[in-house]
């Protein structure tokens, strides 16, 4: 452990950043310097600080800083940082951000040796320990953030300056990696990481950013819970490693509160960050049964698999009575053998019958097909634009295309080595928006970026876009994902 300076009171400074990532790319669909979404992990974690603060009488002082929708340079976030001096800086870390906050990392540390920094989030639970040796983090922590910064924030406090206490103490802290020092010798220590629970008590901190940064698609929108965690277990996807495979739920009637909340707070839109959120009906039904007492002011934008649309015909009718405005579907290929190889157990046919069902309720669609599985050949390509072309006929859809991207801690990755494909290094700013660094078994690199464009060009026509207007589909949505595509 690098030395650190406690104050020894029960005062704490904590400065938690967002850093941007290292591609340009901000999302989904996302036009940048226009679409931003508020970074909801860095908001749970300040509320549930808050709240033990005000419980145990600590004088805390947060700092939150949201580089890309603040648009921050990398100098300008350390000049803050200095500007605050705190005693802790928590980063949130995706794949995409990790090179850019190892810099950071190293340069606030060169500025004050003694400056305690904590990694989360995504890209931290996946690297884990690794980080401890390739970048100047002190620490790591995997899994949820709530619990575990109060615990690190105790451990602080509690050691008093004493290096030993801290690492003590730090071993209280779930998810927790860091590195001792005994007999001269050093060690990494790791904690098992803590449950993947969503308390329904807990209101993210939205009051605490700059609310008018946060537009997404043209609407004023605040991210928020519903579950945590997914039962899937598809190659490409990160989720089950980073919330694990049993789902946990926010109680229906804590769910409809915050979409008060978000409301009060001046948002038009809710966007549903949880990852299946018609997953179970039975917590579907009961809040259908809660809105009918208090419907919602806002409008939804959710995720969910098709199958469950598909296999409960209720499913669909009760999102669009729950005030669900947007679906988010996962199709991933239009070919069969490659929608297998995926593992996400799922058929064409119930991806046809569930947009069928879906636009039946008047929901707007994002289809996301993913290109670059380790077989994908240039005909399951082709199967993939006409699959899209054939729904957009039955369904009309917005197509959210992106890489299957090797992230580190997936099976997919697993598959591009056992295939013996060279990969790119394990903290490599990966964006699946942006052209792969990698060749797949039958498609180089440059060949994948042409197929991308084409598939593109050929679903957005000129005509198509007219149709999307034409049925209702906002305009943000439609200028954000079919931006500059359509040929004149
Ligand atoms: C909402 C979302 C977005 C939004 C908002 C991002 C934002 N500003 O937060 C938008 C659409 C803008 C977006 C963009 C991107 N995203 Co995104 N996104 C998500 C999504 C669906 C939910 C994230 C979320 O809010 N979760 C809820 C909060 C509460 O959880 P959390 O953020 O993980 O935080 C908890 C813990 O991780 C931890 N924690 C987090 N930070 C910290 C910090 C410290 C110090 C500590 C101790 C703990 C800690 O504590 C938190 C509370 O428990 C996830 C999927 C998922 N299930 O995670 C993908 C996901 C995070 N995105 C992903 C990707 C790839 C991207 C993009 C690179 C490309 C894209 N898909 O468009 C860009 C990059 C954007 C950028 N650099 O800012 C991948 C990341 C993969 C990886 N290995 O990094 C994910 C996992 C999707 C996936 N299945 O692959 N994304
Ligand atoms: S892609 Fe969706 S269904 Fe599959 S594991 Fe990830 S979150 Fe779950």
């Given at each position: 452990m690098q030395g650190y300076v406690n104050k020894n009171s029960a005062a704490l400074r904590v400065t938690l950043l967002y850093p941007a990532s290292g591609t340009s790319s901000v999302?989904?669909?996302?036009?940048?310097?226009?679409?931003?979404?508020?970074?909801?992990?860095?908001?749970?974690?300040?509320?549930?600080?808050?709240?033990?603060?005000?419980?145990?009488?600590?004088?805390?002082?947060?700092?939150?800083?949201?580089?890309?929708?603040?648009?921050?340079?990398?100098?300008?976030?350390?000049?803050?940082i200095d500007r605050f001096d705190p005693d802790i800086i928590g980063m949130s870390v995706l794949t995409a951000s990790a090179s850019a906050a190892a810099q950071l990392t190293q340069a606030l540390k060169q500025v004050k040796p003694q400056r305690f920094i904590v990694w989360g989030g995504v890209h931290a639970t996946l690297a884990g320990e690794r980080l401890l040796r390739t970048t100047a983090a002190n620490a790591i922590i995997a899994g949820a953030g709530e619990k575990s910064f109060i615990r690190l924030a105790e451990a602080f406090l509690d050691a008093g300056g004493s290096e030993e206490t801290l690492c003590q103490r730090l071993k209280?802290?779930?998810?927790?990696?860091?590195?001792?020092?005994?007999?001269?010798?050093?060690?990494?220590?790791?904690?098992?990481?803590?449950?993947?629970?969503?308390?329904?008590?807990?209101?993210?901190?939205?009051?605490?950013?700059?609310?008018?940064?946060?537009?997404?698609?043209?609407?004023?929108?605040l991210p928020l819970e519903s579950h945590r965690g997914c039962r899937g277990n598809c190659s490409f996807c990160v989720v089950p490693r980073l919330s694990g495979c049993e789902?946990?739920?926010?109680?229906?009637?804590?769910?409809?509160?915050?979409?008060?909340?978000?409301?009060?707070?001046g948002a038009e839109r809710a966007y549903v960050v949880s990852d299946n959120f018609s997953g179970d009906p039975g917590w579907l039904s009961q809040l259908c049964?809660?809105?009918?007492?208090?419907?919602?002011?806002?409008?939804?934008?959710?995720?969910?698999?098709?199958?469950?649309?598909?296999?409960?015909?209720?499913?669909?009718?009760?999102?669009?009575?729950?005030?669900?405005?947007?679906?988010?579907?996962?199709?991933?290929?239009?070919?069969?053998?490659?929608?297998?190889?995926?593992?996400?157990?799922?058929?064409?046919?119930?991806?046809?019958?569930?947009?069928?069902?879906?636009?039946?309720?008047?929901?707007?669609?994002?289809?996301?097909?993913?290109?670059?599985?380790?077989?994908?050949?240039?005909e399951s390509v082709v199967a993939s634009i006409d699959f899209a072309n054939y729904l957009k006929s039955i369904a009309p859809f917005l197509l959210h295309l992106t890489f299957a991207t090797p992230y580190p801690g997936?099976?997919?990755?697993?598959?591009?080595?056992?295939?013996?494909?060279?990969?790119?290094?394990?903290?490599?700013?990966?964006?699946?928006?942006?052209?792969?660094?990698?060749?797949?078994?039958?498609?180089?690199?440059?060949?994948?970026?042409?197929?991308?464009?084409?598939?593109?060009?050929?679903?957005?026509t000129g005509e198509y876009v007219a149709r999307l207007r034409c049925v209702g589909v906002d305009e943000g949505m439609v200028r954000g994902f079919a931006r500059g595509l359509t040929r004149p």
């Open positions: 999302g989904a669909g996302a036009v940048k310097g226009v679409d931003a979404m508020l970074p909801l992990g860095l908001a749970s974690i300040a509320a549930a600080l808050r709240d033990w603060s005000a419980r145990c009488g600590v004088n805390l002082k947060l700092q939150i800083l949201d580089m890309p929708a603040a648009g921050l340079t990398a100098m300008q976030v350390v000049e803050e209280d802290v779930p998810g927790a990696s860091f590195v001792t020092s005994k007999d001269g010798r050093q060690k990494i220590v790791t904690v098992s990481a803590g449950n993947n629970e969503l308390d329904d008590t807990l209101v993210p901190a939205y009051e605490l950013f700059d609310l008018e940064q946060y537009c997404w698609h043209g609407y004023r929108t789902v946990a739920s926010r109680s229906p009637g804590a769910f409809i509160n915050l979409l008060s909340v978000c409301s009060r707070h049964t809660l809105v009918r007492k208090q419907p919602p002011e806002i409008a939804l934008e959710v995720y969910c698999r098709a199958d469950d649309i598909a296999r409960n015909k209720e499913t669909a009718r009760q999102l669009k009575e729950i005030g669900v405005r947007t679906v988010f579907v996962g199709v991933e290929s239009g070919d069969a053998k490659v929608l297998r190889s995926y593992s996400k157990n799922l058929s064409l046919r119930q991806i046809e019958h569930a947009f069928r069902t879906l636009a039946g309720e008047g929901l707007q669609i994002i289809g996301s097909f993913l290109l670059g599985a380790p077989d994908e050949t240039e997936t099976k997919l990755r697993q598959c591009f080595e056992g295939e013996g494909l060279a990969l790119p290094d394990e903290d490599a700013p990966l964006d699946p928006h942006q052209a792969p660094c990698w060749c797949t078994k039958h498609l180089s690199r440059s060949r994948l970026c042409e197929l991308r464009d084409e598939f593109e060009h050929k679903f957005y």
